[in-house]
Structures are given as structure tokens and as C-alpha cells.
């Protein structure tokens, strides 16, 4: 089971990259958690930079990371009341492609209090609904030593949903 992780925050000192960080430290046996700063390498969206006929490189290894994965579980802040521009540039570039149509997707805030982040992860639940992405989680988590029991469950939770997804598509 891989399990991709995508950091909406670009900045090195990033308290959802330390979130993602505990994710790949307390994932069980057999669930690999993989991380890849794909995002940051991506050029602004333009339709017309594939229409011309390349796919940039950092474009392909982006779409990559996701579909070479049975999951992908995004931490990313709220900006703005909203998701931040990165990543929707990120899924900006799958729209097309489809690397996570019907993905199985945890997302979180790494949040000091729980009331925080929540309209950033609404709104990029909304833009994942557009890709028609499985939303299996969805809710902040308070980057305190509780972190690591509510990330015990979101990964059990997106494992989970992820076996049953193969198991559908096997039928
Ligand atoms: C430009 C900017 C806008 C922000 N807008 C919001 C916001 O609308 N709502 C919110 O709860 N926090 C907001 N924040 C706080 C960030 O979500 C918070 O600092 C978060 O921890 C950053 O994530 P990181 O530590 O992973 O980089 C904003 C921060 C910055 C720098």
C-alpha cells in the first residue's frame, strides 16, 4: 500500500511538512508514505504548454507521484480563507489528465487550534469534488502529542478505503 503525501505550504519551516513528516513516521506496517516536492517545481497551468506539445518535466513527475500511488493524503493551510494557490495550481495541471479521478484522498490542516484551517479544506474539497476524487477524511488536526493517535486514524481510515477501492476495481 503507497500512500502519497502532498504539502500544500512551499515554506521550509512548514507545520503541515512536519504533520506529513509524522504520517510517514507512525504508518503501519506495510503502508509506505512517500513524499515529493513536486508541487513547488510546477509551472503556472496553461492549457497552451501541452497544446504546444511537451509536458514539462516537472509536470510529469507531479502526475507520477500521484498515480504511482493507492492513496494521497494533502496537508496543506488555509490561505485566504481558501486552499493555497500552489496547490490548486497542482490539480489544476491533473484535471485533464486524471491522476486523481476517483483517487481515495485524506486531506488536513496542521492547525494550533481545531477551529482553524477548516474553510481552507473546505475549499479544497470542493475543487477535489471537480476532479471526482474519494474524500475518505477530512478534517484538521491540532499539531500537539495528540498529532500522532488522529494521524494513526486517518491512515488506517485512507488504507482501508484504498484496499476496498482495488478490491472494486479487481471485480
Ligand atoms: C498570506 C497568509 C494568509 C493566511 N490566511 C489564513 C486564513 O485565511 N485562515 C487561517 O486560518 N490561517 C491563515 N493563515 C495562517 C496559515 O494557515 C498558517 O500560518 C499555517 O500554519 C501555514 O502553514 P505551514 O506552517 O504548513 O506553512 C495565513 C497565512 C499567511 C502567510
Redesign the pocket.
Known amino acids: 500500500m503507497r500512500i502519497a503525501t502532498v504539502?500544500g505550504?512551499l515554506?521550509t519551516?512548514?507545520?503541515?511538512?512536519a504533520l506529513l513528516e509524522r504520517a510517514a513516521a507512525v504508518a503501519p506496517a506495510g503502508v509506505e508514505v512517500v513524499a515529493d516536492d513536486a508541487l513547488a517545481a510546477l509551472p503556472l497551468f496553461n492549457p497552451d504548454i501541452e497544446d504546444e506539445g511537451a509536458t514539462p518535466a516537472a509536470v510529469a513527475r507531479w502526475r507520477r507521484h500521484l498515480s504511482e500511488s493507492d492513496a494521497v493524503l494533502i496537508a496543506c493551510?488555509?490561505?485566504?480563507?481558501s486552499l493555497p494557490g500552489a496547490l490548486k495550481n497542482g490539480i489544476d495541471w491533473v484535471i485533464g489528465s486524471g491522476e486523481l479521478n476517483r483517487k481515495v484522498v485524506a486531506i488536513t490542516a496542521?492547525?494550533l487550534h481545531p477551529s482553524?484551517?477548516l474553510?481552507?479544506l473546505a475549499a479544497l474539497s470542493d475543487t477535489l469534488h471537480a476532479v471526482d476524487a474519494q474524500i475518505v477524511w477530512r478534517d484538521s488536526i491540532v499539531a500537539d502529542a495528540g498529532a500522532d493517535a488522529a494521524l494513526v486514524d486517518l491512515l488506517a481510515r485512507l488504507a482501508e478505503a484504498a484496499a476496498e477501492a482495488r478490491a472494486r476495481a479487481a471485480e
Not at 519551516?13 to 511538512?17: C, E, I, K, P, Y
Open positions: 504539502c505550504s515554506q519551516r512548514s507545520r503541515n511538512r493551510p488555509e490561505y485566504g480563507h496542521a492547525v482553524r484551517g474553510r481552507g
